[in-house]
């Protein structure tokens, strides 16, 4: 009996449906992002929305909570809903392969943001900050610091997940700039963090136990300063630039903490990754996209490093300054 | 064993017609497909959970069993690692390899609640971290690539007119079907979940009775991680690591008793079904990620709390 009430209903349902299918609902872009746990990450999925409303595009969100299984069904759900275009902030460089494959077969417009992905032969548009040479020139920057004090010191450097070509390139860049400070910066610990601030925590509590005359700290992203700090506070030494005990501290990202932190003298140098510039690009370049526009495959922010010398010129661009 | 109908199957239907109602795309051919895609390897890992849930056990490893099956699955596979030259042959021993590791971790489960009157709690909690550990040790927390084509093609393989995580999933649906419902086993395992004491005082062997659901259970998860790996073409240490609740979910939504005893597979297919859905249409619906997680926490809450309160009637009542 319920059977036949549901059937009867389901006829009903698919009627209403295909009348409202009919409909024109415009142009939706699905933006998927693999998690939000940053304030970069909210700051960016915030800005998208913007662009996607300044240019009348409607849009669909789907956040993954970090996992690339979930990610794949949600692109899955856009593809399905029919979306126009697809912008995705991916777990990592390989599982947003097959998101794309999925895309391509679907024939919708794919821009992949703030992670190049694996080597593939889809057809996709790829948004990212030049992490080596932002994190290159901020080390540099903390060096020309380090030489200025007159005094040898010893380095650590937050190392993030080494299967995000992020973090990869951002210890690369690291690692050339002190190469050419062999004789004043001696890198004693590098901490694995797996972008996990917990981890975080351990790893430079430990380091600074095992070498309690760390004076350098690289952070591979800003999101781990709060873990740094932590420790820094635990082993006293977490003290203003012109205290004769701070410990020159640089980061990567830009975010609200990094901002407060040269606001307030503890922080030296911040790579700033343009987010207001890579998120525009990345809706943009689908709405190019789909009007079957020309677009680069590849769209490289340059960034910038943000320190105590230029800080006021250059806040206005930071966006945890805006945060 | 009851067979009562359960309000899951009706909710099921109200929310599937809401769906189709106010959310655009959702009462699509596309998304249908999209829909039991999506569902398989959920329905999978759900249905071996729920054979444990019905000795009144729990199977809280299942997500670090999907993790290390899917290791050793790319280990065997992947061109980078793998000692055997043909991918035909890598496919199957891999498989197999997965199938053998996820069955050998049952053991060990069940041994252990069994033989060694662990708490299953206990016992799959240590499990969860010991195997999700081992997983990221073997691994270096690093995810396995390479894997071959065969593999990664089979999700968007069809075999007359159905795609294979479909006959996949159909299956172990039919095998599970035939345990519980044609076999002894199946009915020392609602015995067992009823009453052990009584059950062994009966001559059900209650021992091999828990063994054999924690070792299907460690099956069907890695049944359900071959799927997952071949879809996102990785062998991931943390592969399903956030998919304890969903797994859990189905089967609780689905009514299946947490006291053990109570359950039919139909209900635990509509329970995955109703999360696969959920998920489905919220994320059709456009709302925000937050905004998913309330509603799928309140949904699996009430869920709770209406098979704790089922059960509590029906001890009243007697």
Redesign the interface.
């Known amino acids: 009996m319920?059977f036949r009430y549901?059937w009867s209903?389901?006829v009903i349902?698919?009627c209403?449906?295909a009348g409202?299918?009919a409909k024109e609902?415009g142009t939706v872009i699905g933006i998927s992002f693999e998690t939000?746990q940053t304030e970069y990450w909210v700051a960016s999925i915030e800005a998208m929305k913007s662009v996607c409303e300044e240019n009348g595009v409607g849009?669909?969100?789907?956040?993954a909570?970090?996992?690339?299984?979930?990610q794949?069904?949600?692109v899955?759900?856009?593809?399905?809903?029919?979306v126009d275009g697809i912008v995705i902030a991916p777990k990592?460089a390989?599982?947003v392969?097959?998101i794309i494959k999925a895309a391509n077969r679907a024939g919708i417009p794919i821009a992949i943001y703030n992670r190049l992905p694996?080597e593939n032969e889809g057809d996709y548009i790829t948004v990212v900050a030049d992490n080596y040479e932002i994190s290159r020139n901020t080390v540099e920057y903390m060096a020309e610091v380090a030489r200025e004090s007159g005094k040898k010191h010893k380095a650590m450097i937050l190392i993030g997940?080494?299967?995000d070509i992020n973090a990869v390139n951002r210890r690369r860049g690291f690692d050339d700039a002190l190469a050419a400070h062999k004789d004043l910066i001696e890198v004693v610990a590098e901490v694995p963090t797996?972008w996990n601030q917990e981890k975080a925590l351990a790893g430079v509590t430990n380091a600074l136990q095992v070498n309690p005359d760390i004076d350098f700290i690289f952070s591979s992203s800003d999101f781990l300063f709060p873990s740094v700090v932590s420790a820094l506070k635990n082993a006293d030494k977490y003290h203003p630039i012109g205290h004769p005990d701070h410990v020159i501290l640089g980061g990567f990202d830009g975010d609200a903490m990094a901002y407060r932190m040269l606001r307030e003298k503890y922080l030296d140098a911040d790579g700033v990754q343009d987010v207001f510039f890579e998120c525009q690009e990345s809706v943009l370049a689908v709405i190019r996209k789909m009007r079957e526009e020309q677009v680069p495959d590849l769209i490289v922010d340059p960034g910038f490093v943000i320190h105590q010398q230029n800080l006021e010129q250059k806040a206005e661009s930071m966006w945890g300054a805006s945060f | 064993m009851t067979k009562s109908p359960n309000i899951i199957l009706?909710l099921c239907?109200v929310y599937y017609?809401a769906a189709?109602?106010v959310t655009?795309?959702?009462?699509?051919v596309?998304?249908t497909?999209?829909l039991l895609?999506?569902l398989m390897p959920l329905l999978i890992v759900a249905v071996g959970q729920m054979l444990v849930i019905l000795t009144a056990g729990i199977d809280l490893s299942v997500t670090a069993i999907i993790a290390v099956t899917s290791v050793v699955g790319g280990y065997i596979m992947s061109a980078d690692y793998s000692p055997v030259d043909s991918s035909s042959l890598a496919i199957a021993l891999g498989i197999l390899g997965m199938v053998i590791t996820g069955g050998i971790i049952g053991l060990i489960n069940g041994i252990s609640v069994a033989k060694l009157k662990m708490p299953a709690f206990m016992v799959t909690l240590t499990g969860l971290m010991f195997f999700g550990g081992f997983a990221v040790w073997l691994t270096k927390?690093?995810?396995i690539?390479n894997l071959p084509a065969g593999l990664?093609d089979m999700p968007y393989t069809s075999f007359l007119g159905l795609p294979l995580p479909i006959w996949t999933g159909l299956l172990v649906l039919g095998l599970i079907y035939l345990v519980l419902n044609k076999s002894l086993l199946g009915e020392w395992i609602y015995a067992v979940g009823v009453n052990p004491k009584t059950s062994r005082i009966s001559g059900v062997n209650v021992d091999l009775t828990i063994i054999m659901v924690y070792m299907l259970s460690g099956v069907t998860a890695a049944i359900g991680s071959v799927l997952?790996t071949a879809?996102?073409?990785?062998g991931?240490p943390v592969?399903?690591?956030?998919?304890l609740l969903d797994v859990i979910g189905a089967v609780v939504i689905g009514g299946t008793s947490l006291f053990g005893g109570k359950g039919l597979l139909q209900w635990t297919v509509a329970g995955a079904f109703f999360m696969a859905m959920l998920?489905?249409s919220l994320?059709?619906a456009?709302l925000?990620?937050f905004l998913i997680?309330i509603v799928k926490g309140v949904i699996i809450l009430s869920a709770a709390m209406l098979n704790v309160w089922g059960e509590r009637k029906v001890i009243w009542s007697a």
């Open positions: 319920l549901y209903l389901l349902v698919g209403l449906t409202c299918a609902e939000l849009y669909l969100e789907a956040v909570n970090g996992d690339a299984n979930r794949f069904e949600q899955n759900n856009f593809i399905s809903r029919g990592d390989h599982t392969i097959p694996a997940d080494l299967g797996e | 009706y239907l017609l189709a109602l655009p795309g959702f009462f699509t596309n998304n497909w999209n895609y999506n927390s690093q995810n690539y990664v997952y879809r996102l073409e990785t991931s592969m399903g690591q956030n998919l998920d489905n994320n059709l456009g925000s990620y997680m």
